[in-house]
């Protein structure tokens, strides 16, 4: 009878441990985790606008290139160039640009970001949300150190 006790009251502190570990690692993990940062960036002209979450402390600067669209196919605005500071990553980050005069009387659906993508080293366009009302452009886009972007046309 005594044996089976002390079995009993073995097996119940066997599991108590893994527990009691597993609270404190899940506490230690909470406590000293980095909380999600707000992130926002304006070009210069205030045409184009950049916010995104960060888990890391990181600052983002958007340059306008000049007299690069020129050298693009369908490029029909200045080429921005977004830099994430630190080494940090932008997750869930949305891209506002107002769009131009000269592309207001271009047919909405017609109107893309293109963005340079790394891999394949050439200029890609990406899905857009244009809001005619407050002729804005917008699209959501992962943000990695460096990114090249501007308006322009799908044809």
């Given amino acids: 009878m005594v044996r089976s006790v ?5 097996s119940a502190e066997s599991f108590l441990i ?17 909380a999600p940062e707000q992130v926002i960036g304006v070009s210069s002209d205030r045409a184009l ?3 995104g979450v960060s888990y890391e402390a990181t ?3 958007i340059l306008r290139l000049t007299n690069v669209e020129q ?16 080494g ?25 970001f293109i963005v340079f993508d790394t891999k394949t080293l050439s200029w890609t366009s990406i899905p ?10 917008s699209a959501t886009v992962p943000i990695h150190q460096v990114l090249m972007i501007g ?4 044809f």
Avoid at 6 to 10: A, E, I, M, P
Avoid at 128 to 137: F, G, L, M, N, Q
């Fill in 59 to 61: 600052a983002l600067h």
């Fill in 88 to 112: 940090g990553i932008l997750n869930e980050s949305v891209i506002r640009y107002r769009i131009p005069k000269e592309l207001r009387s271009a047919p909405p659906h017609l109107l893309t």
């Fill in 71 to 86: 050298s693009i196919p369908r490029m029909r605005s200045p080429v921005y160039e977004l830099s994430v500071r630190d």
């Fill in 6 to 10: 002390l079995k009993t009251k073995k």
């Fill in 128 to 137: 857009t949300t244009i809001d005619e009302k407050k002729e804005v452009a």
């Fill in 151 to 154: 308006l322009g046309t799908i």
């Fill in 49 to 51: 606008r950049a916010e």
């Fill in 18 to 34: 893994p527990i009691l570990f597993g609270l404190f690692a899940a506490s230690f993990f909470v406590v000293f985790a980095r």
